[in-house]
Protein backbone atom coordinates (compact mmCIF):
# COMPACT_ATOMS: atom_id res chain seq x y z
CA UNK A 1 0.00 0.00 0.00
CA UNK A 2 1.29 3.42 -0.97
CA UNK A 3 0.26 6.11 1.86
CA UNK A 4 0.06 9.49 0.46
CA UNK A 5 0.06 12.98 1.98
CA UNK A 6 -1.85 15.72 0.49
CA UNK A 7 -0.67 19.11 1.19
CA UNK A 8 -2.62 21.82 -0.60
CA UNK A 9 -4.67 25.24 1.07
CA UNK A 10 -7.17 24.81 -1.25
CA UNK A 11 -9.40 22.19 -0.19
CA UNK A 12 -11.67 21.74 -2.87
CA UNK A 13 -8.27 20.61 -5.08
CA UNK A 14 -7.52 18.34 -1.98
CA UNK A 15 -10.42 16.68 -1.88
CA UNK A 16 -10.63 15.89 -6.01
CA UNK A 17 -7.17 14.27 -5.47
CA UNK A 18 -8.21 12.55 -2.53
CA UNK A 19 -11.25 10.63 -4.29
CA UNK A 20 -8.70 10.02 -7.24
CA UNK A 21 -6.06 8.33 -5.02
CA UNK A 22 -8.86 6.44 -2.39
CA UNK A 23 -10.03 4.64 -5.60
CA UNK A 24 -6.95 2.97 -5.96
CA UNK A 25 -6.35 -0.42 -4.43
CA UNK A 26 -2.64 0.05 -3.66
CA UNK A 27 -2.93 3.94 -2.50
CA UNK A 28 -4.24 5.42 0.99
CA UNK A 29 -4.17 9.10 2.18
CA UNK A 30 -3.07 9.51 5.20
CA UNK A 31 -3.62 12.57 6.17
CA UNK A 32 -4.43 15.95 4.17
CA UNK A 33 -2.57 19.59 5.21
CA UNK A 34 -3.10 23.16 4.39
CA UNK A 35 0.81 24.65 4.35
CA UNK A 36 3.96 23.58 4.86
CA UNK A 37 4.42 23.40 8.65
CA UNK A 38 1.57 21.33 8.79
CA UNK A 39 2.85 19.17 6.06
CA UNK A 40 6.30 18.36 8.17
CA UNK A 41 4.22 17.17 11.01
CA UNK A 42 1.98 14.90 9.65
CA UNK A 43 5.17 13.65 8.01
CA UNK A 44 6.72 12.71 10.93
CA UNK A 45 3.49 11.24 12.55
CA UNK A 46 2.39 9.00 9.49
CA UNK A 47 5.13 8.53 7.83
CA UNK A 48 4.02 8.78 4.23
CA UNK A 49 5.81 7.30 1.25
CA UNK A 50 4.62 10.13 -0.82
CA UNK A 51 3.86 13.77 -0.05
CA UNK A 52 1.86 15.89 -2.72
CA UNK A 53 2.69 19.30 -1.92
CA UNK A 54 1.59 22.68 -3.29
CA UNK A 55 4.33 25.21 -4.22
CA UNK A 56 2.91 28.10 -2.62
CA UNK A 57 1.05 28.16 0.50
CA UNK A 58 0.38 30.24 3.92
CA UNK A 59 2.67 30.23 6.93
CA UNK A 60 5.80 27.88 5.62
CA UNK A 61 5.09 27.37 1.16
CA UNK A 62 6.31 23.83 -0.40
CA UNK A 63 9.84 24.38 -0.86
CA UNK A 64 10.60 25.09 2.32
CA UNK A 65 8.42 22.41 3.89
CA UNK A 66 10.02 20.14 1.16
CA UNK A 67 13.74 21.52 2.59
CA UNK A 68 13.10 20.59 5.86
CA UNK A 69 11.33 16.89 5.26
CA UNK A 70 14.25 16.61 2.99
CA UNK A 71 16.70 17.37 5.94
CA UNK A 72 15.35 14.88 8.73
CA UNK A 73 16.72 11.81 9.20
CA UNK A 74 13.94 10.20 10.50
CA UNK A 75 11.82 10.93 7.17
CA UNK A 76 14.21 9.55 4.64
CA UNK A 77 11.98 7.25 2.91
CA UNK A 78 9.43 10.13 2.23
CA UNK A 79 9.67 11.64 -1.26
CA UNK A 80 8.16 14.69 -2.00
CA UNK A 81 6.48 15.89 -5.43
CA UNK A 82 5.60 19.27 -5.92
CA UNK A 83 2.48 20.33 -7.37
CA UNK A 84 2.03 23.87 -9.57
CA UNK A 85 0.13 25.67 -12.11
CA UNK A 86 3.00 27.26 -12.86
CA UNK A 87 4.76 24.64 -15.16
CA UNK A 88 8.85 24.46 -15.08
CA UNK A 89 9.45 27.52 -13.33
CA UNK A 90 11.76 29.09 -10.61
CA UNK A 91 9.56 27.63 -8.53
CA UNK A 92 10.00 24.00 -9.40
CA UNK A 93 13.66 24.44 -9.83
CA UNK A 94 13.95 25.64 -6.43
CA UNK A 95 12.08 22.83 -5.09
CA UNK A 96 14.43 19.69 -7.38
CA UNK A 97 17.29 21.81 -4.83
CA UNK A 98 15.91 21.29 -1.91
CA UNK A 99 15.08 17.25 -2.36
CA UNK A 100 11.80 16.70 -4.56
CA UNK A 101 11.46 14.05 -5.99
CA UNK A 102 9.59 16.12 -8.91
CA UNK A 103 6.91 18.18 -9.63
CA UNK A 104 3.52 17.86 -10.92
CA UNK A 105 1.25 20.38 -12.89
CA UNK A 106 -2.10 20.65 -11.10
CA UNK A 107 -4.04 19.88 -14.40
CA UNK A 108 -2.49 16.50 -14.92
CA UNK A 109 -4.62 14.30 -16.07
CA UNK A 110 -5.77 11.85 -14.06
CA UNK A 111 -3.87 8.66 -15.09
CA UNK A 112 -0.69 10.87 -15.57
CA UNK A 113 -1.15 11.31 -11.41
CA UNK A 114 -1.85 8.00 -10.78
CA UNK A 115 1.31 7.21 -12.64
CA UNK A 116 3.56 9.74 -11.00
CA UNK A 117 2.31 8.30 -7.20
CA UNK A 118 3.36 5.22 -7.59
CA UNK A 119 6.75 6.04 -9.42
CA UNK A 120 7.57 8.68 -6.58
CA UNK A 121 6.95 5.90 -4.44
CA UNK A 122 9.57 3.54 -5.98
CA UNK A 123 12.19 6.21 -5.86
CA UNK A 124 12.06 6.95 -9.52
CA UNK A 125 12.44 10.75 -9.98
CA UNK A 126 9.50 12.46 -12.18
CA UNK A 127 11.83 14.12 -14.62
CA UNK A 128 10.92 13.25 -18.43
CA UNK A 129 13.82 13.48 -21.40
CA UNK A 130 12.01 16.45 -22.35
CA UNK A 131 12.14 18.05 -18.96
CA UNK A 132 15.78 17.46 -18.41
CA UNK A 133 16.58 19.01 -21.20
CA UNK A 134 15.36 22.25 -20.40
CA UNK A 135 16.70 21.82 -17.07
CA UNK A 136 20.22 21.49 -18.61
CA UNK A 137 19.10 24.43 -20.94
CA UNK A 138 18.58 26.23 -17.07
CA UNK A 139 22.09 25.05 -15.81
CA UNK A 140 24.29 25.49 -18.57
CA UNK A 141 24.18 29.28 -17.73
CA UNK A 142 24.82 29.19 -14.24
CA UNK A 143 28.21 29.28 -12.18
CA UNK A 144 28.36 25.83 -9.87
CA UNK A 145 28.12 26.07 -6.98
CA UNK A 146 30.68 25.83 -4.72
CA UNK A 147 30.47 21.70 -3.80
CA UNK A 148 28.56 20.88 -7.11
CA UNK A 149 31.33 18.63 -7.96
CA UNK A 150 32.39 17.08 -4.64
CA UNK A 151 32.31 13.20 -5.30
CA UNK A 152 32.88 12.81 -8.94
CA UNK A 153 36.30 11.68 -8.74
CA UNK A 154 35.08 8.84 -6.42
CA UNK A 155 32.77 7.50 -9.76
CA UNK A 156 33.95 4.39 -11.41
CA UNK A 157 33.69 4.92 -15.07
CA UNK A 158 30.19 2.91 -15.12
CA UNK A 159 28.88 4.70 -12.36
CA UNK A 160 29.58 8.09 -14.59
CA UNK A 161 27.90 6.57 -17.53
CA UNK A 162 24.57 5.20 -15.28
CA UNK A 163 24.18 8.99 -13.90
CA UNK A 164 24.28 10.21 -17.28
CA UNK A 165 21.55 7.52 -18.42
CA UNK A 166 19.32 8.73 -15.57
CA UNK A 167 20.18 12.43 -16.48
CA UNK A 168 18.43 11.57 -19.50
CA UNK A 169 15.28 10.50 -18.25
CA UNK A 170 16.13 6.64 -18.86
CA UNK A 171 14.76 4.49 -16.05
CA UNK A 172 16.79 1.31 -14.94
CA UNK A 173 15.39 -1.22 -16.62
CA UNK A 174 16.46 1.03 -19.73
CA UNK A 175 19.47 2.12 -18.63
CA UNK A 176 20.35 -1.91 -17.61
CA UNK A 177 19.18 -2.51 -21.63
CA UNK A 178 21.47 0.56 -22.64
CA UNK A 179 24.65 -0.26 -20.75
CA UNK A 180 23.89 -4.11 -21.53
CA UNK A 181 24.06 -5.28 -17.94
CA UNK A 182 21.18 -6.10 -15.60
CA UNK A 183 18.65 -4.13 -13.97
CA UNK A 184 20.11 -5.00 -10.54
CA UNK A 185 23.78 -3.83 -11.36
CA UNK A 186 22.41 -0.60 -12.91
CA UNK A 187 20.61 -0.12 -9.91
CA UNK A 188 23.40 -0.66 -7.84
CA UNK A 189 25.58 1.76 -10.01
CA UNK A 190 22.80 4.64 -9.63
CA UNK A 191 22.75 4.03 -5.99
CA UNK A 192 26.33 4.27 -5.17
CA UNK A 193 26.49 7.14 -7.59
CA UNK A 194 24.07 8.45 -5.26
CA UNK A 195 25.93 8.10 -2.10
CA UNK A 196 29.02 8.98 -3.46
CA UNK A 197 26.96 12.38 -4.28
CA UNK A 198 25.30 12.84 -1.38
CA UNK A 199 22.21 12.74 -3.40
CA UNK A 200 18.84 11.71 -1.37
CA UNK A 201 17.33 10.62 -4.44
CA UNK A 202 17.69 10.27 -8.25
CA UNK A 203 16.13 13.87 -9.02
CA UNK A 204 18.98 15.41 -6.78
CA UNK A 205 21.00 13.06 -8.90
CA UNK A 206 20.34 14.65 -11.51
CA UNK A 207 20.37 18.13 -10.78
CA UNK A 208 24.41 17.77 -9.31
CA UNK A 209 24.99 15.97 -12.39
CA UNK A 210 23.52 19.29 -14.55
CA UNK A 211 25.42 21.52 -11.55
CA UNK A 212 28.46 20.16 -11.98
CA UNK A 213 29.07 19.46 -15.47
CA UNK A 214 28.98 15.55 -16.00
CA UNK A 215 26.17 16.18 -18.20
CA UNK A 216 26.05 19.06 -20.81
CA UNK A 217 24.03 20.15 -23.39
CA UNK A 218 25.31 18.16 -26.06
CA UNK A 219 24.91 15.18 -23.60
CA UNK A 220 21.29 15.61 -24.12
Not at 70 to 81: M, N
Not at 90 to 113: M, S, T, W
Amino acid sequence: MIRVLLVDDQPLLRSGFRALLDLEADIEVVAEGADGREALALAREHLPDVVLIDVRMPVVDGIEATRRIAADPSLSGVRVVILTNYGLDEYVFNGLRAGAAGFLVKDIVPEDLLHAVRVAARGDALLAPAITRRLIDRFVAQPLGGDAGAGLAELTAREREAVLLVARGLSNDQIAARMVISPMTAKTHVNRAMTKLHARDRAQLVILAYESGLVTRRDS
